[in-house]
Structure formats: structure tokens, C-alpha cells
């Protein structure tokens, strides 16, 4: 399992718990099929073309993202809830846009049921993020981007970070998008990843 070291006691503890409530957060219960494979490290559909990640790129991401309680997230793809799962005790608010009506409805029952609180649902194309409760803290797209969308960097607070995978549709870039507090983009490639793609306006 690939874990993210960072420098500092505080940002250290904290990552330490967000790496304890991963492993405690059952992902059987995100997962409509294959349940008794939850616990592999592995990528699993959850219908409708879609996939809930493999367990150690879901944390690598969160800790990817620096998080600290009072910040604001911009999730692309609620997916199964699992990534939002995780998103939620670490930050204020998760506001969550998926496309795909099942999904997005599987998922707000879900979480509503495992009584995450702080978690706002919205049914939509991703791609323009959600511009009502901009600018975000943070920004996770967990659908694949061939350029990051306009929308979403303009929905990103100066000082803020994306985490995107950036690529083709066969192979991406796990790509950390800084920008300063003037507004300027700094980019950060990871590793290469492999996920659907992000269906809409730039797909």
C-alpha cells in the first residue's frame, strides 16, 4: 500500500488518523457487487460503466489533498460514496457532483444511512463543477481528464489544490494542481493511474 509521508508533527498526526479511519472504513458497504473482494487492492464495477477505485489510490489522493477541518471540497464523481466516505470526518463540508441518477441517488442513501452529515449531493455534469458554493479549498475529479476543466480551476480557491487524473483515455497522470495565491497553476505529476473517463463537456 503506497502511503503519502508529509513534513511536520501536525500534518504527520493528522494524516496518521485519516490513514486509521481508511482502515477501518469497511468499502463492502460502497460496493454492490463483489463484496468479498472488498478487502483486495483492486478496482470493482459498481454498474453503469463505472468503478470504485482500489483502496490505496483512494488514500493516496486524500493525502494528496492536505487536508485540514475547516476546508471546503469540491468532489467530481461521488461514484459509490467510498472516496466521499473518506473526504468527510477531515474537512468541513464535501460537496459532491455525480451524472449518473442511480449512482447519485445509491449514494446519498448510503451516506445518509452511515450518518455522514456534512456531505452536500448534487446530480449533474461534473465538468462545471458546482459554482453556487465556490471557491473550494480543495478540488478531487475521480473520472479520467484529457485538460482540467476551466470551470473547476476557476472554482479553486488561490492557494488551493486539485488532485486529477490527466490523460488519455487509456492512461492518465495522477496530476496535483497547486494554485498560488495570485492565481498562477502549478503542475505535479504522480504516477500514471487508470480510470473512466469524465463524461461532458470535455470529454
Request: charged share 25%; with cysteine; aromatic share 10%.
Amino acid at each position: 500500500m503506497r502511503l503519502i509521508c508529509k513534513s511536520g508533527d501536525l500534518m504527520e498526526n493528522h494524516s496518521k488518523k485519516i490513514i486509521e479511519y481508511f482502515t477501518n472504513l469497511d468499502r463492502s458497504k460502497f460496493m454492490a457487487y463483489n463484496k468479498e473482494f472488498a478487502k483486495y487492492d483492486s478496482a470493482f464495477s459498481i454498474g453503469y460503466g463505472q468503478t470504485i477505485s482500489q483502496p490505496s489510490l483512494v488514500l493516496e489522493m486524500t493525502l494528496l489533498l492536505d487536508l485540514k477541518p475547516d476546508f471546503k471540497i469540491l468532489e467530481i464523481g461521488t461514484g459509490s460514496g467510498y472516496q466521499t466516505a473518506l473526504l468527510s470526518p477531515f474537512v468541513k463540508s464535501v460537496y459532491t457532483v455525480e451524472r449518473i441518477k442511480e449512482l447519485h441517488d445509491e449514494a446519498v442513501k448510503r451516506l445518509n444511512i452511515l450518518n455522514y452529515i456534512n456531505i452536500y449531493f448534487k446530480l449533474g455534469d461534473g465538468s462545471f463543477g458546482w459554482e453556487e458554493f465556490a471557491p473550494y479549498d480543495r478540488i478531487i475529479v475521480t473520472a479520467a481528464c484529457s485538460v482540467i476543466p476551466k470551470e473547476l480551476l476557476d472554482q479553486l480557491k488561490n492557494g488551493g489544490k486539485m488532485v486529477i487524473p490527466l490523460g488519455t483515455a487509456i492512461m492518465q497522470k495522477l496530476t496535483v494542481v497547486e494554485k498560488d495565491k495570485n492565481g498562477e497553476i502549478k503542475l505535479n505529476q504522480i504516477e500514471n493511474v487508470q480510470f473512466v473517463r469524465l463524461i461532458g463537456k470535455y470529454d
